[in-house]
């Protein structure tokens, strides 16, 4: 997987079956940064507004159907606000990127909590600047229309929910069915933006096929301390 040199930063899937509903979505030049998707990493560290929130995803291992994984990045406009240490949160904020320039983010993302890697194996497990979330590059990196106003709010609120989540409760599994009481990570992540408030992505999209899970996100209550 990579990317194209030049004015546009095309994406290139080598990944059988995907390439060409991939391609399909809208491309975004690396001119434009409101949205974008599969940019390159010195796009990302150029962008005239890398603050806010953004979905990101990635290609899970083929050994999982191809399917895709979304996951929030968060990217304070104050940063020193959210590394001061009387921030309840600023240990997040500390770590050094991945990629992203000089930027200091977190991610939200959750997974099964099995040690032995499975798709039917564990619990709904989530957590602030998971390995796989917080080090792995984009396919997608889509901005949320959030006002610049309302983002730290947010991001406050994603964290709080996320830190409250239920974890161990829900059973995990790749390809949740409408009738069943299993989740994944991509349920995870919808019944998050739905919780805080936060609109969907405009630039992704979230087919049953490259996003399983998505179209039945987590219930707003696992998102709180049990009563």
């Known amino acids: 997987m990579g990317v194209a040199a030049g004015p546009y930063a095309f994406g290139r899937f080598h990944i059988r079956g995907v390439s060409n509903t991939l391609q399909a979505f809208a491309w975004k030049s690396v001119n434009d940064f409101t949205s974008h998707v599969s940019v390159s990493e010195g796009a990302l560290q ?84 998971r390995e796989r979330d917080f080090k792995v590059f984009p396919v997608h990196h889509d901005r949320l229309p959030v006002p610049p106003a309302d983002e730290d709010s947010k991001m406050l609120a ?27 990570s991509n349920s995870f992540l919808h019944g998050l933006l739905l919780k805080v408030g936060l609109p969907e992505p405009t630039h992704i999209n979230f087919t049953a096929t490259l996003f399983p899970g998505w179209s039945k996100p987590v219930p707003a209550d696992y998102y709180s301390p049990p009563q």
């Open 46 to 129: 150029q962008a005239p507004d890398a603050f806010g929130l953004f979905v990101k995803t990635h290609v899970v291992a083929e050994t999982v159907n191809q399917a895709m994984h979304a996951a929030l990045r968060l990217v304070p406009r104050r940063q020193p606000d959210w590394q001061a240490t009387a921030h309840p949160y600023s240990q997040y904020f500390r770590e050094k990127p991945a990629y992203y320039g000089d930027l200091q983010y977190a991610t939200v993302g959750a997974g099964t909590n099995s040690p032995v890697p499975s798709c039917n194996l564990g619990t709904l497990t989530a957590d602030i600047n």
């Open 158 to 184: 994603a964290l709080n929910a996320t830190r409250d989540f239920q974890n161990g409760v829900l059973e995990y599994y790749c390809w949740p069915e409408p009738g069943d009481q299993k989740y994944n």
